[in-house]
């Protein structure tokens, strides 16, 4: 090897030491103390059902659900790209206990498409309840969502429906705007964020999931068991702290 190509090797290393490009958009510093990464312009951070209805006082209140909104709010300027979700059912949906004589909230049911867990009325379409949580200020977002407005079909992903067919548009929406790197995060982890994180995958997203910026409904091990689904599927589990938010840059 001549000296000017191990010159060469010797300064690409030491300045791989700094900076790591963790695929397109995403840089992170890789020292132990420096180990934040930079949400580039292809990267988007998805905010999932964070609405009246999954918080305290909310028709399927998940626990502590509340609690993600001052991260969400401190995580969005982070990013080029926010895009909000919202469950948006009609009155009778399918998902809906109530829509199904004899069943109870949490029972679970075989449809035409497979199972679904039976839900209170929740995220009925322009009540309260729907509305995406009082206290989320994220003025940032370029696209609210909405997902599970065809009555006899559930939406969990943010993707693809429950019949694992029927599109939202959002993989095209974001491919055609050059995004590739998705940051996931809001309610619950175990339903909509995990669905939505598959599904990312699926499509070939490069796919985080922020997990103090998400709480789960944990319904019979259904927390454990999608983080453990989410992991084999390549999905990368992260903390707000890891994000390089301008305070936290500027700071450097
Ligand atoms: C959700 C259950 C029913 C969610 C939505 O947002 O995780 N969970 N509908
Ligand atoms: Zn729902």
Redesign the pocket.
Known sequence: MSMNRRAALRALCSTAAYTMVLGPGVSSRSRADESRIKPGASSALII??VQNC?VQGGT?AVAHGEDVVSVINGLAPAFQNVILTQ?WHPPGHT?FASSHPGKQPFDTITLPYGNQVL?PD??VQGTPDAALDTDLHVPEAQLVLRK?FHKDIDS?SAFREADHRTPTGLGAYLKERGIKTLFVCG??TD???AWTALDARSLGFDTYVIEDACRG?DLKGSLAAAWKKMRSHGVKRIQSANIATDSTDSAR
Do not use: Q, T
């Open positions: 999932v059902d999954f399927l469950d998902s839900w929740h995220c599970g969990y309610l619950a339903f909509c964020v409904i």
